[in-house]
């Protein structure tokens, strides 16, 4: 279930009640519209890495047998680095039961740790590894590029109207996919079984609410892997905080079959909270 977390980068929604306002007149022209919207979150990871906060979460697992579980709530206060896939995620409780003090203590040792022997490998790095080190970060950069356009290509949208969400007046739309939509990432290919509803901030370019479904069965790995049924939804949440728009709830509410015989359903919901804006540093 990993490689679903690209698509938040393409589609994050929130979920607080909108007031509606009926006002159709003079709707933006949806393509060029869309482009300013996949500019504007090209942005969205490096700001992010701008605030900690409190991530809830309940993992999805996978057995080798196919059988798939549903883990523990766990909650995490999440501390970003400019480091790619150094950010820490700090356990601090499991079903609403706080881990104990030595426990904690073990844990922010061992993290410490790491980031010492972290640092002298790169100050003895070599050139060639350091431009090794860099060009994993490119190309980690150009994949999430890839998902937001193979996002804006898949998709067509019509705009019906507006609503005002915590005082943002947001372009509401339909979202439905190109068949002959061309795509180069393994979720472009995804998002073009998923139809749904979409809300975008008009002044700022930013997706605010998603709400997909699957139009038919997706297949995962052909099929072999798995396969995720019609009408599975993904809904994606953002909210305004300190000027930038960030994640608050991502929900994955699913039925399907993992290696061709074992049936699973999955209802989980990941919830971010408590931002607070810092400077990303690489000794986080």
């Known amino acids: 279930m990993k490689s679903f977390a690209s698509l938040v980068l393409a589609w994050l929604v929130i979920a607080a009640a909108p007031r509606w306002q009926s006002s159709a007149i003079g709707l933006p022209d ?11 979150a090209r942005l969205d990871y490096e700001i992010q890495q701008e605030f900690t906060y409190l991530e809830r979460r309940r993992d999805i697992r996978l057995s080798l047998l196919g059988k798939v579980t549903v883990g523990p709530v766990r909650t995490f206060e999440v501390y970003p680095s400019a480091i790619p896939g150094k950010t820490y995620k700090r356990l601090i409780a499991v079903d609403g039961v706080p881990l104990d003090a030595a426990e904690l203590a073990k844990r922010d040792r061992e993290r410490e740790n790491s980031l010492r022997e972290d640092e002298e490998r790169r100050r003895a ?47 509401i739309g339909k979202a439905t996919p190109r068949a002959d939509a061309r795509v180069s990432t393994r979720e472009g290919k995804w998002l073009k079984h998923f139809a749904g509803d979409v809300w975008i901030a008009e002044a700022d370019h930013q997706i605010v609410r998603l709400d997909m479904r699957a139009l038919d069965d997706v ?25 930038a728009w960030l994640p608050s709830e991502v929900t994955f509410q699913a039925t399907g079959r993992t290696l061709l015989f074992r049936k699973f359903r999955i209802d989980t919901t990941t919830t971010f909270s408590n931002y607070r804006r810092v400077d990303p540093s690489p000794d986080r």
């Not at 860099?134 to 609503?163: C, P, Q, S, T, Y």
Request: glycine share 8%.
């Open 30 to 40: 949806p393509d060029a519209f869309m482009k300013k919207v996949r500019d504007a």
């Open 125 to 171: 790095e070599t050139p060639s590894e350091r431009a090794e080190r860099l060009e994993k970060a490119r190309k980690e950069r150009e994949e999430r590029d890839a998902v937001l356009d193979d996002a804006l290509a898949v998709f067509e949208i019509a705009f019906a109207g507006r609503e005002i969400i915590d005082g943002e007046r947001v372009l």
């Open 219 to 243: 297949s995962i790995g052909w099929g072999i892997v798995g396969r995720v049924h019609e009408a599975s939804r993904f809904v994606f949440a953002r909210r305004k905080v300190d000027g």
